[in-house]
Structure formats: C-alpha cells, structure tokens
C-alpha cells in the first residue's frame, strides 16, 4: 500500500518511478496508473498497438488523470485478487475513492467459465475470464467523508503521441477522433474543450458517486453509444468478479510469501493475450535499463523461451489449460522448421513473424532515454536456447498433450533435428548481445534439453526410423562439450561461454544457474555448487541482486541495472543444490523489488534501488514462481 504526500501542482511530474504505477489489464491491452490517478500508458485495441495514453514516454503523449486540486495522501490497493485497482485521495478537507478497471465482458460459468476436474491424461480448465472483453476504461470516483475538488484532464494522443484528435460533445459525453481510432468518453459532467484535451474542476460531497468510461474503437467503426452509470456499475462489478473467480478456481498456495505469489500468477494472466493464448514479456516498450544509455527495447512480443519458464511457473501452480494455451500459440506461431533458418526466437501476440525494429524520433523517453523503439530486432539473431526451451514446454505438458496432431507432432521432431543440426554453431545467446556471437554455454545447454527431451518423448510422438538414436548421439556429444570446454578450473565454474579457460576469459553468465534445473547436473554435483557459489560471489551487487553477467559483454554502450529473474534463479539454484536456508535468504532479497502492489520490473538500479527496465515483467514474476516452489519442495 503506497503512502504519499503530493502537493497540488495540477500538473504530474513528466517521469515518474516506474514503480510508482499500478497495472490493468483486459487480456487484450493493458494500462498504466500512477499514483496520483494518471493513466501515462495505454494501448488500444491490443498490447502492441500504438499508445492513446503515452504520458509515460513523453509528457506531450497524452494521459487521463483525476487528482485532488489540493494536496493529498494516498493509499492503493488491489480490489483482492483482481486487477481492480483502489486509490484513496485523502485532503484536509475530504476522502474520495477512485476505482479503476480495463472491463473484462460477462462472465460465463457454463461455457468459458468453470475450471473442469477431469484426470492428468484429459485435463479440460476452462477460464472464468470472458473470451470478449469491450475495450473500456472504467473510472469511478466516490466520496466517502467531507468534500474535495479534484482536478480532471482527459487528453488521449493516438499513434504514441502523434495525433491531437478533434473532440466534440456527443450525448452523455466526449468523442475525440483522429488518426486510426475514435475515443467516446462518457462523462456524468461537463466538460471544456482545449489544448489540453477535456477538462474540467469537479466537485465532491460526501455521497457522490461519478462514473466515467473511454471506448476505444476502429476508424471505420461506428462510435458506440455512452453508458448509464448502471451499465458502468455492471461492468466494473463482473470485471472484479471474473478475476476474483478465476483466482478462487486454482488451488492455492503453501509455500512462501503467498501474496506475491498469487499476485504473480495473477500478472502471468494478465499479460496473456486472451484471442491467441500468446504472453508479452511486458506490456511497455522502451522503458530502460538504465537511464540514458540508449538500452531501450520492445517487450511487448511473445518470445519462445518464455514457454518454457511460463509451463514451468504456471504448471507448478496449478495452471494447466493456461500453458497449454501459450504452448499451443508457441506451436502455430512458429510453424515448420527449415533446415538453412534458425527457429525464430519471437512473435508477435498475434502469430506475426515480422517485428521489424523503428525509432520514435519525437518522444522524448523515459527520463530522457531516447531512442523510443517499437519493434524488436532481435527476431532476426539466432539463438540456440529456444529450442530447449519449446521442447521443455512440451515435457512439462506430456500429460496434457497426448492428442497432439500430425502438424504438432512433426513439429516438434523438426525442433529436434534443429537443435541436433545447429548446437555447434555461435549465437547471441539468451540476453541478445548485439556484439560478436559467441558459444554460449547456456544456448548449448539448451540444445542438450531439446534433445533430452525429444529423446524422452519420442515414444509419445511415434517417432520412427533413426531420429531417436540421432537426437541421443547428438545429446552425448552436447554434455561432453559442456563438461570438458565449459567448465573452468581456475573460475571454479562453468562460464558464460565455451572454451574461456584456453582464451584466458573467465565471465560468468548467471543463466548457467539453470543447470541444476533442467537436470542437466544433480544438485549435489560439486561443479554445480562451486559454480552457484561462483555466481553468487562476482555478480551480486551490495543489494545482493544479481547481474546477468559481468559488464562489457554484451555490444552495448553504458552500464546495465541488477536483474530480477537472476536473484530468483539464484535462489531457486540454493534451493535445488540443498541449501535452503540461503535460498530463503536471497528470495527476500529478490522478492523485495516488488512495489506496494507486488508488481516487479525487469531490473533494478544497483546505485538508488528503483525500478529500471519494462513494467512489470512477465520473466521476474516467473522467477519470483519458480523459486518459491523449489524453497517449498526443498524444505520438504
């Protein structure tokens, strides 16, 4: 719960802390909220769409804020375990409440409702989300004691900030038009018109209850009609109870800090695309890694290797029809293998293959962090990981995926064959270094998973002929790689890339962490526990978070922050090699990043402690998942 004392300045600060901001979603885009009541970020219709609302990115970019004239205390919350989000303005004068929500459309108990209990061969859960949501922002403002004024800018910007649109009062509220989409507010109020978008000073007294809703819309659609303030009761209470529901319908949890990890599981949900089942690793772009260093980029996209480590956080908690779908989505999105293309590491939320990478030349970014890029080049560089990563998927959901098809099947050998064909070139390894490639030690270690596994499942796929005894050679010669050239005996670890003991180069990459997850080397192997031990030493910063791997590694220009995941994966690799006392220590160490609403970004600033990077991240929730259950089975 965040408690803040904001003068009345009428205006926000252009760059607030990431970690200042709730999250909504509708499972079709999501938005942004400070905590002084400003929607700064919100893409309509999906995740990846252009921002009406990019106030985040640029104080020209548009935002929809309702603050208290005066100056204020606030206090959020979370309506249980939902994305209903509650701030409480308090003034010397008065209390009002402001609810808001992104509409989830009714909710359907019978069809796309009810979780089905069936057995492990034929599990069928079904969502208690709506499978339509309408694309609205709700926004309710109530007075609870006294009176308040409260100051009220409605200013959406579409095409991240390009467009002023045109508004015009229609009945019961607003229409802005301009550029590819048309925004109807409904307003009980009325409001002015001018630069600054619709505004307006209202005025609460103890019992009031103002309801307002924006619908975003096509060009070439119709504008819909405004709503009754009943219709908008209606929406926000359904929208509650569809999050709610499905929260209630998975098991629960018994392991640590159970808050954080029901709101995690919550933020996996939220950041899945409902029409595909696809997941953004985050639903912003260009938030940085560190301020000012041009280390910006897109998140908003389904990457492939976040299969992996999605099934394995949602599947451990109960989730099964949810990683199917994202597996599912993985599988179509990709389609065949060929033999002279590496597998695309990522896609958009819709199955699109082209992700070409632009910059956004009139933003200003993020605390000045310039370029603002849309897009992500890296669907170009090879990476060898991912095939690991999707075959891991399938392993995780044998016993969910028994009628795969034809397609499904061959697919998944193709997957196979490509990890067989391709483990001994170079890449780009896991965290996309736009320097020289190299051979990662984490992107071979994969490759022997994908191979692993598709010797595991080859029985379930009907394979036949010599694939099998192919995919087992090709694995024996992978570990052998890895255990003879990887391992480094003056660093007393496997390093971040093969044969760095010859070359007198002795990095370490904290994705080898994984070793001990994916079984590669037993927990009590002493190469593992001398390579966590490693890890831990040189990477942690004095917060004791970890880096992904020590600088100037990577191509780019600039320092990075500590990254989340990689503290989680410290933990859950403590866990795993029998040491759970200090694991405990490290997933408190981690899990204190998240903000007061238990949302995480993707890294954190070694020097101050804030927020850096996309918001929230999908990966550090993940982690925050992964790690709990493996502290919870090894203290079993």
Known sequence: MEHRDTAATGATEPSRPIEDYALLSDRHGAALVSTDGSIDWLCRPRFDSPAVFGRLLDPEAGHWSI????????????????????????????????????????TDTAGDGAETNTTDDDTDERLLLAAHAPIATLRVLECTAGDMDLDFVFRPRPEYGLVTPILTAVPGGVLATGGPVRTVLTSPVDLAFGHHGATARLRLRAGDRLRFAAQTTGLADTPPPTWTPEAIDAALTETARGWQDWSDAHPPWDGPLPHLFRRSILVLEALRYQPTGAIVA??????????????????????????????????????????????????????????ETPLQIMFGIGGEHDLSERELGHLSGWRA????????????????????????????????????DDTARHFL?????????????????????????????????????????????ARLLDIEGDAAPRWEAERDRIREAIETRGWNPEAGAFCAALDSASENRDDLDAAVLSMAAVGFLPGDDPRLVSTVDAIAARLRDPRGLVRRYESGSDGLEGPEGSFVMCTFWLAQALALTGRPDRARDAFAVAAACANDLGLMSEEVDTASGAMLGNFPQAFSHIGLINAAVAIRDAER
């Open 67 to 106: 603050r208290p004239a005066a100056a204020f205390h606030t206090e959020r919350s979370y309506a249980g375990d939902t994305f209903v989000l509650r701030t409480v303005f308090t003034t010397d004068t008065g209390t009002v409440h402001l609810t808001d929500a992104l509409a989830l459309g009714p």
């Open 282 to 339: 985050a639903p912003t772009t260009s938030l940085p890694e560190s301020a000012g260093a041009g280390r910006n980029w897109d998140y908003r996209y389904a990457w492939v290797r976040d299969a992996s480590f999605t099934v394995q956080a949602l599947a451990a908690a109960g989730r099964h029809g949810e990683a199917v779908e994202f597996f599912e989505f993985m599988t179509h999105a990709a389609a065949r293998y060929k033999p």
């Open 369 to 404: 962090s310039r370029p603002v890029r849309v897009g992500n080049a890296a669907w170009l560089q090879p990476q060898l990981d991912v095939y690991g990563e999707l075959l891991d998927a399938a392993w995780h959901l044998r016993g969910h995926l028994r009628r795969l």
């Open 413 to 457: 050998a193709d997957v196979a064959d490509a990890a067989a064909d391709q483990w001994e070139q170079p890449d780009q390894g896991i965290w996309e270094s736009r320097g020289l490639p190299r051979h990662y030690t984490y992107s071979k270690l994969m490759c022997w998973v994908a191979l692993d596994r598709a010797v595991e499942y």
